[in-house]
């Protein structure tokens, strides 16, 4: 390398002593830390973009289980209207039987009455014959 005139240190390459020797040259602190700065600001950088990819797929997750629930909830809401529609059609059946049953009712006791007279009157007709 002493015939480049160039002497490498780590990626960065250094003019050699115009004297020809090769003593290591003095590495600045201040680019030295400039260095040392950079790649942890690279790597503090990096935790961030890692943090901030998995608070989206966090972000993305929660989205879902709400579309999820908003579906849930769209069903539930779909089958409580069906419900009310079953309930009101059985309300307005049971109406109907209710008033059907009443009806039966009164003509039973009706039946009921036109059968004692006529059982009282075929009574009184044998009783008058014998």
């Not at 769209?74 to 069906?82: C, E, F, G, I, R």
């Not at 007279?117 to 014998?130: R, Y």
């Amino acid at each position: 390398m002493a015939a480049m005139g160039m002497a490498a240190l780590g990626d960065a390459t250094i003019p050699e002593p115009p004297d020809g020797t090769t003593s290591r040259p003095e590495i600045n602190p201040r680019r030295a830390e400039t260095s040392k700065t950079r790649m942890s600001g690279q790597s503090s950088i990096d935790t961030a973009v890692k943090r901030l990819a998995m608070a989206l797929d966090a972000l993305d997750a929660a989205v879902e289980r709400r579309r999820a629930g908003d579906r849930n909830e769209d069903t539930l809401a779909a089958q409580v209207q069906t419900m009310g529609l079953d309930r009101a059609r059985l309300a307005a059946t049971l109406d109907g039987e209710t008033a059907r049953t009443r009806k039966l009712e009164t003509t039973n006791r009706e039946i009921a009455e036109r059968l004692d007279a006529a059982i009282a009157g075929i009574q009184s007709v044998i009783e008058g014959s014998e």
